[in-house]
């Protein structure tokens, strides 16, 4: 079992940058696809980038390519979401996820993950 500690979060101006990190506690932390989601008020949760095992694979919601970039250490157990270029859309609060796999599957669905942070919040203002 792991546990999942998100900081990072805070207030910025649109077209400002942020970096998410998520803290992860245990021994297997290479064996975890990560993922990082978000929840907007009165919105439903949604992926937002996942990382494979070792970092060799990525994959972004269409709504942030080439802005956000999702990364890993497995030496510290943590994994990063680098924002940048921030809209007032991007607004939400961002859970870490993670699920132990033996394979190489990023899901984007809140289903495909057993491990969830407690969130942090992300305020972008115009």
């Known amino acids: 079992q792991v546990q999942l500690v998100e900081s990072g979060g805070g207030s910025v101006q649109a077209g400002g940058s942020l970096r998410l990190s998520c803290a992860a506690s245990?021994?297997?932390?290479?064996?975890?696809?990560m993922a990082w989601f978000r929840q907007a008020p009165g919105k439903e949760r949604e992926f937002v980038a996942g990382?494979?095992?070792?970092?060799?694979?990525?994959n972004y919601a269409d709504s942030v390519k080439g802005r956000f970039t999702i990364s890993r250490d497995n030496a510290k157990n943590t994994v990063s979401l680098q924002m940048s270029s921030l809209k007032p859309e991007d607004t939400a609060v961002y859970y870490c996820?993670?699920?132990?796999?033996?394979?190489?599957?990023?899901?984007?669905?809140?289903?495909?993950?057993?491990?969830w942070g407690q969130g942090t919040q992300v305020t972008v203002s115009s």
């Open positions: 996820a993670g699920r132990q796999m033996m394979v190489t599957r990023i899901g984007v669905r809140e289903s495909d993950y057993d491990y």
């Open positions: 245990g021994r297997t932390f290479s064996t975890y696809v």
């Open positions: 990382i494979s095992q070792y970092g060799v694979n990525t």
